[in-house]
């Protein structure tokens, strides 16, 4: 399956909300405070739709990267369950990856649920590494978050992003 992906606007607010409630039921964010990222310049949100759809959204995913910073961070990755098993969620990290490189960070940092391997497994492939844990993190669930760091120099010759990955000059302000 293709998939489109674009920049996140705040007119895009109630779909990402809709799949932060259905996937983080115990600890998804805020309407406050995801329009809060997605209006910060330091942050970069994708969505992703099916190619004839683009209304329907099936995945989103952020990071924070203000631009000249060495550090950045993958706030959030979602994806549909009915749209989970197709590249999806690596597609936009790699797209996450490309822009922190670009907006000049070396390297990236995120937290996954330690009761989620799927993720793990997604982040490894990636080359990220295990570098702590922060014990009971999420809550209400008390469930530990691996800190996981990507170094992205010794990733650019292996990353590369599908040409659909990649936002248009007039969809990335």
Known sequence: ?????????EADLAAIMHLETSIFENDAWSPPMMARD???????YLVAFPPDDPDNIEAYAGLLA??????????TIAVADSARGHGLGHTLMQALISEARKRGAR???LEVR????SAQRL???LGFVEVGVRRGYYQPDNVDAIVMRLNIPELESM????ESA????AENP
């Not at 997605?38 to 970069?44: K, S």
């Not at 330690?114 to 391997?117: I, L, M």
Request: some cysteine; aromatic content about 10%.
């Open 107 to 109: 390297l990236v940092f």
């Open 159 to 162: 990353l590369t992003v599908p």
């Open 123 to 125: 982040y490894d492939r």
């Open 38 to 44: 997605l209006g910060d310049p330091a942050c970069y």
């Open 66 to 75: 203000p631009q000249g910073a060495t550090e950045g961070d993958i706030q």
């Open 166 to 169: 990649v936002p248009t000059s």
């Open 1 to 9: 399956m293709t998939w489109q992906l674009r920049r996140a606007h």
């Open 114 to 117: 330690a009761d989620n391997p």
